[in-house]
């Protein structure tokens, strides 16, 4: 396997991983060295399999996908793009964005997945941050108006997939009359790959860069966690604009030679997803938790799911009864893992580990993940601390960001004391499975108390009435923030005085006192990114501006 030539694995006397040791060059590209390689020893292999809401399929062979990301490439090279330099891409779930992605790494370039719920305010500020020089969007929703709004002005390269947009380039045409060979360029593994924009606790959202080496650090993911198999046909629900996309449905599948598959769709809707799941045969999936609150209201009865053989979440608290319910339906166990847009996997429950009740696994053997107090100090077993990574060589880990761009001082801050810190809050047991307890911003703080919203919403989502919720702190003059409960319900409940101190006496009851939600909010829907993570931090900024 190709990815045997990067990646080895030592394992103690009991067979389970202690170290991962990566070996790769300094002129290391995934385009060059990964994806036309498998175009080499399997052309024929299946790469690619995009479906769309409508039922039509397009296969994409690895051969295929050297010819076309070839032939963007000089698209991209006449349009005066040149190593170092960067492409946005708003693609949606468009096939393009792949053929695109490679082309620009074959470059040099730089690509910048956005999300296309981002304003045309977003996408100037972007614009001019990163200082690209060309713009790939689909011509879907009102995507390209934002685009020419954002872009008037500068000295930007429109393309548009899809039908044409006044007089913006058109990305079948100029990809369709390029040429389908393309020498290599030179790069280097330490320079700029990608750029995600993050929103941090203040201020305008921060470019976080990888740089060449990041795909490495994937194929742990896709092997030990996704439980990929060369062969497979992998499907991550993620839109290309989210880091979520590099974790499950690039560089660690491709890497493992599995096929990627891609739903393009636009309201999510569980039977189909779990008709897609049976119709194309998928091996493994992963979803937020949003994903699979939906499926188990599902009946299963309608659907063979007997080629879906592991199953993945991450990106907020699992719900242990969904868990249990999901698992009671088909038999497969919901394994959980942790990580930022900053890097890769963090933390895991693998393949070969045991899913244990409301954690999120152990740490990756890529990395030496700790829990420290405020003064970096690790905390003692039972002990809540932050999540942070302590290089184990003085070296930052491959899979860890090289920096925020133009913001070296913001850097600095999350390497504090020569470690990373994610600002994210957990408890370890004493076997090493670590428990979520919240982000920095997201513990609450009431009457010197910390309060983590995970396990308060885990407790009321199970209630029968809660379909959906998330916990916040609201503004008090007295004790610093109330705990509030955003609460959504099931099907055949109404909001009422009655029905929100029946859920207040719920969690007193299973909880510490000064943990229940004095604020319970009854909402029609909650706000999610486009992965559907719930944003607690939209609901806390609603309710700080009112304040």
Not at 167 to 192: H, M, Q, Y
Not at 211 to 237: C, E, M, Q, R
Not at 468 to 495: D, H, I, M, Q
Not at 521 to 541: Q, V
Request: glycine share 8%.
């Amino acid at each position: 396997m190709i990815y045997e030539d990067y990646y080895k694995e030592i394992r103690d006397s009991r067979g389970n991983i202690t170290d991962v040791i990566l070996d790769y060059g300094d002129d290391f590209n995934f385009a060059y060295d990964v994806m036309d390689r498998f175009a080499d020893e399997a052309p024929e292999s299946l790469a690619l399999l995009h479906k769309t809401a409508e039922g039509i399929i397009t296969r994409f062979s690895f051969e295929d996908i050297r010819r076309l990301s070839n032939k963007a490439a000089n698209a991209f090279k006449e349009l005066g793009i040149g190593r170092g330099d960067g492409i946005m891409l708003l693609l949606k779930r468009r096939y393009e964005f792949w053929i695109s992605i490679l082309a620009i790494h074959k470059l040099g370039a730089v690509a910048i997945p956005t999300s296309h719920m981002v304003s045309a305010e977003d996408i100037r500020e972007r614009m001019r941050l990163s200082g690209a020089k060309a713009v790939i969007c689909v011509n879907a929703d009102d995507i390209c108006d934002k685009v020419a709004e954002a872009v008037s002005g500068m000295p930007v390269n429109m393309v548009v997939v899809g039908d044409r947009y006044r007089d913006s380039l058109c990305f079948e045409e100029i990809v369709e009359g390029a040429d389908s060979s393309f020498a290599r360029i030179k790069t280097n593994v330490a320079d700029p790959m990608l750029y995600y924009f993050t929103s941090g606790t203040n201020g305008a959202p921060k470019a976080v860069i990888h740089d060449f080496s990041y795909p490495l650090a994937h194929i742990f993911t896709a092997k030990n966690w996704h439980g990929v198999k060369p062969g497979g046909l992998h499907l991550t629900v993620a839109d290309s604009g989210w880091a979520k996309t590099a974790w499950g449905k690039l560089y660690g599948q491709w890497f493992m030679g599995s096929a990627i598959m891609v739903y393009d769709y636009e309201q999510f809707y569980a039977g189909d997803m779990l008709r897609l799941l049976e119709e194309e045969k998928v091996n493994t999936f992963c979803a937020p938790p949003t994903i699979y609150k939906y499926f188990v209201l599902e009946d299963f009865g309608k659907y063979n799911l007997e080629n879906l053989k592991f199953v993945t979440t991450a990106g907020e608290s699992m719900p242990k009864e969904v868990s249990a319910k999901f698992k009671e339906l088909t038999g497969l166990t919901i394994r959980e893992g942790f990580g930022q847009t900053e890097t890769a996997l963090q933390i895991c429950t693998t393949v070969e580990d045991a899913q244990v009740p409301g954690s999120i696994g152990k740490a990756s053997p890529l990395y030496h993940v700790e829990l420290v107090d405020e003064d970096n100090n690790p905390v003692p077993a039972g002990t809540e601390g932050e999540i942070v990574i302590v290089p184990r060589d003085g070296k930052r880990p491959v899979g860890v960001f090289s920096g925020y761009l133009g913001a070296d001082d913001q850097y600095r801050e999350v390497w504090e004391g020569g470690i990373y810190h994610t600002k994210d809050m957990a408890i370890r047991d004493e076997n090493g499975n670590f428990f979520f307890v919240g982000r920095n911003d997201d513990v609450i703080k009431s009457s010197g108390y910390r309060i983590g919203p995970s396990e308060v919403e885990d407790i009321l989502m199970r209630h029968p009435a809660v379909f959906e919720c998330a916990v916040t702190g609201f503004p008090s003059r007295n004790r610093g923030a109330l705990v509030k409960a955003s609460v959504v319900l099931n099907e055949g409940y109404e909001p009422s005085n009655k029905l929100a101190v029946e859920l207040q006496d719920y969690v007193k009851k299973r909880t510490a006192i000064y943990k229940y939600p004095r604020m319970v909010k009854f909402e029609k829907s909650l706000p999610h990114n486009a992965n559907g993570k719930i944003l607690r931090s939209a609901i806390r900024k609603a309710d700080y501006a009112k304040k």
